[in-house]
């Protein structure tokens, strides 16, 4: 069946260094994809998003990489944050369909 | 401007009674999710509304229904509660419903205990 995983469910990295989170989609026909970030007790806050006629697209410290190929797309995290530590999410969606969210992969961040 | 907003913020029931759920979107946003995030789990997928119609609906049973009313406001109504229906419910709008690249803004959730 049609599925968004992820391939690490934690990750721990230190302060300062570059965290990579990693998401396998099996759907070829989604077009659109979305990085999600829920800390705890909060609704999930988006981060960044990327069409698939893109394979890049950078934002504030953050970076994601889409590559089509193998149905991949990784978030990077540039000079981590105690401020990053959170759940994200991927999520994928197709035209006049909902998102479609991965378990999700918890970012812990030692100071 | 104001994000989206739920209400209650915990809820707590026995099984086999009804509970109801609402939504606010953001001010101009016409559609609106609903999605369950079960203790350790992702997003699941309930149902979303735009312009009052709903147009799409993830793989939960009938007891699980709702409504959006004329001001884009939304209603989740769980009937028969069961103990797996314990979970945070989380509400998100968009500004324009099935089309790619329209971000979804969650609230904060409604933490639905069932005992």
């Known amino acids: 069946g049609e599925s968004v995983g992820l391939h690490l469910p934690t990750l721990s990295v230190q302060e300062g260094d570059n965290s990579i989170i990693n998401c396998a989609y099996s759907n070829s026909a989604s077009d659109y994809f979305i990085w999600y970030k829920q800390e705890s007790g909060k609704g999930p806050q988006f981060i960044i998003d990327?069409?698939?006629?893109?394979d890049k697209r950078q934002g504030q410290r953050v970076t994601v990489l889409l590559n089509k190929t193998v149905k991949h797309l990784s978030l990077q995290i540039a000079a981590t944050q105690p401020g990053d530590s959170a759940v994200y999410f991927c999520?994928?969606?197709?035209?006049?369909?909902?998102?479609?969210f991965g378990k999700g992969t918890r970012l812990s961040v030692i100071a | 401007e104001a994000g989206v907003t739920q209400s209650p913020t915990h809820l707590i029931k026995t099984r086999g009674q009804q509970a109801t759920l609402r939504c606010s979107p953001i001010?101009?946003?016409?559609?609106v999710y609903w999605y369950q995030q079960a203790l350790g789990l992702g997003l699941q997928f309930l149902l979303w509304y735009d312009e009052g119609e709903e147009r799409n609906r993830g793989n939960f049973p009938p007891r699980f229904s709702g409504r959006q009313f004329p001001n884009y406001s939304s209603e989740l109504n769980v009937n028969a509660l069961e103990l797996e229906d314990s979970a945070l419910y989380l509400c998100a709008s968009s500004a324009r419903g099935g089309l790619g690249g329209n971000e979804q803004y969650f609230g904060p959730g409604t933490r639905l205990t069932v005992t």
């Open positions: 990327i069409r698939s006629n893109m």
């Open positions: 999520a994928e969606k197709r035209r006049n369909t909902p998102l479609v």
């Open positions: 001010s101009g946003h016409t559609s």
